[in-house]
């Protein structure tokens, strides 16, 4: 569990939830009834390297296209209200990071706008639905995926990786500010070596029925 940071935001009122991926770390841990400035509760927060992640390693290092498309094929017809909230997340990320932010009150400095990725979006969107529809929250997927596993299922090949989720908020605006009030979901975003992003966005019929997924790379 070395080398990992998980960061999860709970606001019980509203039904929102934020968590973001990647290899946990301690002193990023906080207690489930913590509250935050918008009334929520942290859990941990997360990012992971293909060096440090033993499962990347044991995958392939590329994915046949075919078996790309089959993958991902149940996420290539998508709402176009869902196509566009997740335009707008990406917007509002490179933002943000084209502003500096501070993190946990730590300075991050402008860093460079992330660019758009299809098989991020790929993984992105399928962890998405797959909360929505098994309604649960979680980085550890319905079949027992990690973030980590998906993104390499989707056929991406990274030096380092991120995932950021959360549930229940409404709109772009709201979970982007959402992760940016989380330290690790904010350093997710700040930090300037991840290049690459996808987003998923998915509105369900129970649980929080709002579910969005963010999945950064670095090739």
Known sequence: MKNITLSLLLVMGSLTVIGCGGPM??????????ADEIGGALGEALETTAADDENAKALPQEADTADLVAWCDDILTWDQAWVDYEAQVLTLVNQKRAAGASCGGV?????????????????????S????????????????STPWARIKSAGYTYKSAAENIAAGYATPTAVVNGWMTSTGHCKNIMNASLKQIGVGY???????????TQDFGTP
């Not at 300075?107 to 969107?125: D, F, G, S, T």
């Open 202 to 212: 998915y509105q369900g019929t129970t649980g929080y029925k709002k579910y969005w």
């Open 129 to 144: 639905k797959d909360m929505g529809v098994k309604n649960f929250f979680s980085h550890t997927g319905s079949n027992g």
């Open 107 to 127: 300075a991050y400095p402008p860093a460079p706008p992330l660019v758009a990725e299809e098989r991020l979006r790929c993984a992105a969107r399928k962890h």
């Open 25 to 34: 770390e301690a002193e990023d841990e906080y207690a489930d009834d913590s």
